[in-house]
């Protein structure tokens, strides 16, 4: 049975930093690429960032590039989301994507940038 557990999330001032955790368990996860994806109230949920499955390839979008970085441990069997600089228009609910043969979601965390 396939379970993802996303940890790390909360409330942040603006210009801060939070740490996102994705831990997957029941499945080949060296064989699984991973995205992050957020949803803001009253909009559609959006990709942001991704990693290959062997973690040596990222990919973000304008948006976060350049503040938000994924990296993958198949070790651990965890991708990490570390987020600088955050701003108000970061807070949303945070979800992981594992990619493979299947697709599975994160149950999804909440992020909050405010004063």
């Known amino acids: 049975q396939v379970q993802i557990v996303e940890s790390g999330g909360g409330l942040v001032h603006p210009g801060g930093s939070l740490n996102l955790s994705c831990a997957v368990s029941g499945l080949p996860f060296r064989e699984y690429a991973v995205s992050w994806h957020r949803q803001a109230p009253g909009t559609e949920r959006e990709f942001i960032a991704t990693v290959n499955n062997v973690g040596t390839f990222t990919y973000y979008t304008d948006n976060v590039k350049g503040r938000f970085t994924t990296s993958k441990d198949n070790d651990k069997n965890t991708v990490y989301l570390r987020m600088d600089s955050l701003k108000p228009e970061d807070t949303a609910v945070y979800y992981c994507?594992?990619?493979?043969?299947?697709?599975?979601w994160g149950q999804g965390i909440q992020v909050t940038v405010s004063a």
């Open positions: 994507k594992v990619v493979g043969r299947t697709t599975y």
